[in-house]
């Protein structure tokens, strides 16, 4: 079979599904001339579906509180409650059928079996395990495989560093912008990560794990390998990179991927929207991640089927920023920045002057006898003259879980 044999099969299995229970989804289908899984006869049907958006789901919320609609069965199947962050506006809700949690642990398994950690590994969570799904979700997949787990939480920088070195732990999972800060510490504090016994980090959250010069300076710094990784706790773990490329792959075998452009069916490049064929408690159809990608079309070595994304998740498409013409993403400075060892953290701060964007980037530097070679390496790359600020060290804040570099003033 197909995947899109097996994607179709499973879509049609769905749709039957909610619209037997599920409000939220039942509501849209009916009002898009969907009554059955008969409407849908292949794959390319997809396109009679309508598009979620964030927007909806937190108005359903809103008028339906707390938990919104979008349940396909009475509250008591379910067993897990998380919650997304709110750094795109209001927090979303999110219940989980035990069906269901199956289903997300083993697409985490396929994260995990993408970057090899086996039984054999002992692995480190360095997060404070909040209300996100990702966490969780990481957490009971280590133990699916079988690798002895440690927790992260409630432990300073410090503490966890040492938990990593005594124990020897092999992988560590955080996000890219964590495991430099961890990697600051344990240089001022003394500590070897590179003869440590951690051999892999799997890093999500932000773009970092999919930048090269991001990658490159975090398997310096702990001289083990890093693995990207992308989910959200609306639609749970859909992409990790493979041990051979390396490159993120969108897992095809409980996703369907599109891409929503204006360039047509054949541009490469658009938002990624998504379908989870394995949610049925609380699914998502056709969602705009709001997230931008570029399809990769070559041949992984990895030999999977699934499509690849070059350069992982390039950006949030609302914090694109165009300047004079010039579209940048904040992943793009960010780049650039890394490509400068003396760079400690940074910031990228946008406002908007007479209808244009504008970028100011300051960066965290001990002598700022830098800057102008900074400069001129972000008009070498954009063709754009940016001002850059440089302060003093340990100016700028630090972050443990997802990264609050990019300050946008745009809004309103
Ligand atoms: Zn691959």
């Given at each position: 079979?197909?995947?899109?044999?097996d994607?179709?099969?499973?879509?049609?299995?769905?749709?039957?599904?909610?619209?037997?229970?599920n409000?939220?989804?039942?509501r849209?289908?009916?009002?898009?001339?969907?009554s059955?899984?008969?409407?849908?006869?292949s794959?390319a049907?997809?396109?009679?579906?309508p598009?979620?958006?964030?927007?909806?789901?937190?108005?359903?919320?809103?008028?339906?509180?707390p938990?919104?609609?979008?349940?396909?069965?009475?509250?008591?199947?379910?067993?897990?409650?998380?919650?997304?962050?709110?750094?795109?506006?209001?927090?979303?809700?999110w219940?989980?059928?035990?069906?269901?949690w199956n289903?997300l642990k083993?697409?985490?398994?396929?994260?995990?079996?993408?970057a090899?950690?086996?039984?054999?590994d002992?692995?480190?969570?360095?997060?404070?395990?909040?209300?996100?799904?990702?966490?969780w979700?990481?957490w009971?997949?280590?133990?699916?495989?079988?690798?002895?787990?440690f927790?992260?939480a409630?432990?300073?920088?410090?503490e966890?560093?040492?938990n990593?070195v005594?124990?020897q732990?092999?992988?560590?999972c955080s996000?890219p912008t964590?495991?430099?800060?961890?990697?600051?510490?344990a240089?001022?504090?003394?500590?070897?990560?590179?003869?440590?016994?951690v051999?892999?980090?799997?890093?999500a959250?932000e773009?970092?794990?999919?930048?090269?010069?991001?990658r490159?300076?975090?398997?310096r710094?702990?001289?083990?390998?890093?693995?990207?990784?992308?989910?959200?706790?609306?639609?749970?773990?859909?992409?990790?990179?493979?041990?051979?490329a390396r490159?993120?792959?969108?897992?095809?075998?409980?996703?369907i991927?599109?891409?929503?452009?204006?360039?047509?069916?054949?541009?490469?490049?658009?938002?990624?929207?998504?379908?989870?064929?394995?949610?049925?408690?609380?699914?998502?159809?056709?969602?705009?991640?709001g997230?931008?990608v570029?399809?990769?079309?070559?041949?992984?070595?990895?030999?999977?089927p699934?499509?690849s994304?070059?350069?992982?998740?390039v950006?949030?498409l609302?914090?694109m920023?165009t300047?004079?013409?010039?579209n940048v993403?904040?992943?793009a400075v960010?780049s650039v920045?890394?490509?400068?060892?003396?760079?400690?953290e940074?910031?990228?701060?946008?406002?908007r002057?007479?209808?244009?964007?504008?970028?100011?980037?300051?960066?965290?530097?001990?002598?700022?006898?830098?800057?102008?070679?900074?400069?001129?390496?972000?008009v070498?790359?954009?063709?754009?003259?940016i001002?850059?600020?440089?302060?003093?060290?340990?100016?700028?804040?630090?972050?443990?879980?997802?990264?609050?570099?990019?300050?946008?003033?745009r809004?309103?």
């Amino acid at each position: 079979m197909t995947i899109t044999d097996d994607q179709l099969g499973r879509l049609k299995k769905l749709i039957d599904e909610i619209l037997a229970g599920n409000h939220f989804y039942k509501r849209k289908l009916i009002e898009a001339g969907i009554s059955g899984s008969s409407c849908l006869r292949s794959i390319a049907d997809l396109e009679l579906l309508p598009l979620t958006t964030r927007e909806e789901l937190t108005e359903d919320q809103a008028l339906h509180p707390p938990f919104g609609t979008n349940l396909t069965y009475p509250t008591d199947r379910y067993v897990h409650w998380h919650r997304t962050s709110g750094a795109q506006g209001r927090p979303l809700h999110w219940l989980d059928t035990k069906e269901s949690w199956n289903w997300l642990k083993a697409c985490w398994v396929s994260v995990f079996d993408a970057a090899e950690v086996s039984s054999k590994d002992r692995i480190f969570y360095a997060f404070s395990f909040g209300p996100f799904l990702g966490f969780w979700i990481a957490w009971a997949a280590a133990e699916e495989i079988g690798a002895l787990r440690f927790s992260g939480a409630n432990q300073s920088s410090i503490e966890r560093l040492r938990n990593i070195v005594n124990f020897q732990i092999t992988v560590v999972c955080s996000t890219p912008t964590y495991a430099l800060h961890l990697a600051e510490i344990a240089e001022k504090e003394g500590i070897d990560l590179r003869n440590s016994a951690v051999s892999k980090l799997i890093v999500a959250g932000e773009p970092g794990g999919s930048i090269r010069e991001t990658r490159t300076r975090i398997e310096r710094n702990w001289g083990a390998i890093v693995f990207d990784h992308a989910g959200a706790t609306e639609i749970g773990p859909h992409s990790f990179a493979c041990s051979q490329a390396r490159r993120l792959h969108l897992n095809e075998g409980e996703y369907i991927a599109e891409l929503l452009n204006d360039g047509g069916s054949n541009s490469k490049t658009g938002e990624l929207m998504l379908t989870n064929l394995g949610r049925s408690g609380s699914p998502v159809i056709r969602y705009r991640t709001g997230d931008l990608v570029q399809i990769d079309d070559n041949p992984c070595p990895c030999g999977r089927p699934f499509i690849s994304f070059t350069g992982g998740i390039v950006g949030r498409l609302d914090e694109m920023i165009t300047i004079r013409g010039v579209n940048v993403f904040p992943s793009a400075v960010e780049s650039v920045l890394r490509r400068f060892e003396q760079v400690e953290e940074f910031r990228i701060e946008v406002s908007r002057v007479q209808s244009l964007d504008e970028m100011v980037v300051t960066v965290e530097v001990s002598s700022d006898l830098i800057v102008p070679a900074i400069r001129n390496e972000l008009v070498n790359t954009f063709g754009l003259r940016i001002p850059v600020i440089a302060v003093t060290p340990n100016t700028l804040p630090r972050f443990e879980m997802k990264a609050r570099r990019f300050i946008d003033k745009r809004a309103g």
